[in-house]
């Protein structure tokens, strides 16, 4: 009787011992096909994915509108609100809508070129790309939209898991000097390259700047539309910036482009 108790269990044990087998046989395979796919992913150039990304977030013959708001230890201190036309890739004019005392001020960047216009006193001011804007912790390059595989030569480095999904992670090393960032870590969406995270470093190494790049409406055609960059050496500051209003394919009259265009006719 003890025999025939004992075959039983084992008879109901089988088909479970079997589901362990298959589902260890099935992980085994996911994992090989994974690593496989992963390898294949590494062999691509790092500047093919970064211009592919670049391309993907085309901003040249746009009209955008954001705001930016700048909080410092957990409390909002500044809203700005501006518009941007841009050029091709080359030229952007920036100019602010709110608050009030910043109305009329603007920035263009012609190339490498970056002037700002005071309004109150009618003057052009030359200022750097490294500065920030405002008093935000994003860079006047950051809000000007200059096209990263212009001034950096990428390598890839791995692929990893970014929010549940697959990233490339890049290293991005600047081709000067005079490029905001020396060093940039970016991850960007294997399936369509959209960008997910930069890391900004300076050129001894040190971790300066984090954005996070994030889809919260369709304002931008389905491309990240809310900015968040956190100051990693000051950890209570960030500046977020959201894109509310956009139209694309417009063609901007060259003289608005043009550095003598800012200044107010007397």
């Known amino acids: ?94 100019e602010f809508t709110h608050p009030p005392r910043n109305r009329g001020q603007k920035m263009l960047r012609d190339k490498d070129n970056i002037w700002l216009y005071r309004p109150k006193i009618n003057k052009i001011i030359r200022v750097s790309g490294r500065s920030n804007a405002v ?17 950096y030569n990428a390598r890839l480095l791995d692929v990893e898991t970014y929010n549940g999904e697959d990233a490339y992670k890049l290293e991005l090393l600047a ?10 870590i970016y991850w960007i969406r294997v399936k369509d390259y959209l960008p997910l995270q930069r890391d900004f470093y300076t050129i001894s190494g040190h971790k300066l700047k984090t954005l996070k790049l994030s889809v919260k409406s369709k304002v931008f055609e389905g491309n990240p539309d809310t900015l968040t960059m956190t100051n990693v050496l000051e950890r209570n500051k960030r500046s977020v910036l959201h894109y509310t209003y956009l139209k694309t394919g417009r063609v901007f009259a060259d003289k608005i482009f043009r550095k003598n265009s800012l200044l107010r006719k007397r």
């Open 135 to 151: 008093g935000s912790d994003f860079s006047n390059t950051d809000i000007l939209f200059v096209r990263l595989d212009r001034d």
């Open 175 to 184: 081709k000067s000097e005079e490029v905001t960032y020396a060093k940039i």
């Open 1 to 94: 009787m003890k025999n025939i108790v004992f075959f039983a269990a084992f008879l109901l044990l089988v088909p479970n011992l079997y589901a362990k087998i298959d589902a260890k046989k099935i992980l085994d395979e996911q994992k090989k096909m994974n690593e496989i796919k992963r390898a294949e992913l590494l062999k691509r150039d790092g500047n093919q994915i970064l211009k592919k990304s670049d391309d993907k977030v085309d901003v040249s013959g746009i009209l955008l509108k954001f705001e930016m708001k700048v909080f410092r230890k957990k409390r909002l201190r500044k809203t700005y609100k501006m518009t941007l036309k841009t050029r091709g890739t080359e030229k952007s004019l920036l």
